[in-house]
Structure formats: C-alpha cells, structure tokens
C-alpha cells in the first residue's frame, strides 16, 4: 500500500460544479495535513492545512477522518481557474521532517 | 517575510556531465529543507533533507548528493549525469516539524 494515495483522475468538472477528492494515508500516527495546488510545470503552493475540525477557506473545504485515515477537498462553484493537479501532502512521522506527497489528482474545469 | 531562490529555471545537459543546482531562503533562521524530483507526469519524489548545517539525509539511491555549507542554503549536485536524472527539480523549506512545505519555482533539467 502507497504511504499517501490519491485517484489520478482525471477529472472533468463542469463549471459551477461541485467537486470532491480523497486521499488516504498509511500511517493513523500521522500528524500533519495539507492540500497543495500544482499548476502545469510549475511548484506546487499550499492551498490550505487540513485541521482535524475540519476547515473551510471561501469555495474550499477541507476535512479530515482519523479512523478511516482519509483526508478529502471539496471544491463549490467551481471556476476555470481551479484547473490544476491538486497533492494531498501527509507529515508521515511525529518528529521527522519528512512530509509525503500523494502523486496528485487532476481537475480540469470545463466551460 | 520569507522568500525561497532556486536556480537556474532550466538547464540542458549532456550525459556524464556535473550538476550543481542551488536553494537559498531568506527572511528565517534554521529550516529544514528539502530537494525533491518530478518526473514528467509523476508525483514527487523526495531525494534529500536537511534539519540543519550538514546534516543530510538521503531517501532513495542514486545519482546524486546533497550538501548544506550554511543555514540557508542547499546544493544539489551530480558527478556525471544520468538520462535518467532528467525532471522537475523542487527545493522547498519549512519552519519547524509538522508545518507546511513552501517551494522554489524550481528546475527543469534535461539530459541529453
């Protein structure tokens, strides 16, 4: 099993539409959680942290389940410009730096 | 506020050539960095971190090293270049444990 999972997709999403991604991670002694947002041959950026209250940041909402060790992003409304590759990034081990990253999942948002 | 250099942007190089690619960051003290590759449509890979001045750790077997003279500042770096060596080369750093990772806009190499 990959330590960070996600489904490739792609996705094709039309505008104004409402989309959703899992990721699953390996290890229930994680500790850190993110979403990042990859545009096409450039680095990813932070999109948000996921809390374990979950959380919400305009049109997106991030969550997090603990015993089905999953994180998930839900996108509302969605515009042309959330096309992108979306990484889930776990913090695998307390006290190690390391952060994984998911080999991403693909959206793209037709008109 | 902290800021994130890597360079060059894209590098073209022939097979059995040296690599040396540079990330510094600044605006913090003492961050652990990372090198990471993505091949064309794949997720990343980590290669190094560091947590601190020479201190490395390596992830995976390969072609290349990692070095951490000062605080700020990471190299990446080959003897002899691969075919396989070529990908999206990621410098990134974070603050402390368990934050989130801020990325350099990276480099694109191709061996040749």
Same mark, same amino acid.
């Given at each position: 099993r990959k330590e960070v999972e996600q489904d490739p997709g792609p996705f094709n999403v039309p505008e104004g539409a409402t989309v959703a991604f899992n990721c699953t991670y390996s %290890?229930?002694?994680?500790q850190s959680f993110f979403w990042y947002r990859q545009d096409c041959r450039k680095e990813p950026k932070l999109l948000m942290s996921v809390y374990s209250s979950g959380n919400e940041d305009g049109r997106f909402t991030a969550q997090l389940n603990r015993a089905s060790q999953y994180i998930s992003l839900l996108i509302r409304d969605?515009?042309?410009?959330?096309s992108a590759t979306y990484l889930c990034v776990v913090n695998?081990?307390?006290? %190690?730096?390391k952060l994984t990253f998911g080999t991403g999942t693909r959206l793209t948002i037709i008109p | 506020s902290q800021t994130i250099h890597q360079w060059p942007a894209t590098l073209v190089q022939p097979v059995g050539s040296p690599l040396s690619l540079e990330c510094t960051v600044e605006g913090t003290s003492n961050p652990n960095l990372y090198w990471y590759r993505q091949a064309a449509g794949r997720g990343l890979q980590l290669l190094f971190y560091s947590v601190g001045i020479g201190q490395i750790s390596s992830e995976v077997p390969q072609n290349l090293s990692a070095s951490r003279p000062q605080d700020r500042q990471f190299i990446l770096s080959s003897k002899k270049l691969l075919l396989s060596d070529s990908g999206f080369y990621l410098c990134a750093w974070t603050a402390e444990m368990n934050t989130e990772a801020f990325f350099g806009q990276g480099t694109r190499l191709t061996v040749v």
């Open positions: %290890n229930s002694a994680s969605s515009k042309l410009s959330d695998m081990y307390f006290g %190690n730096e | -």
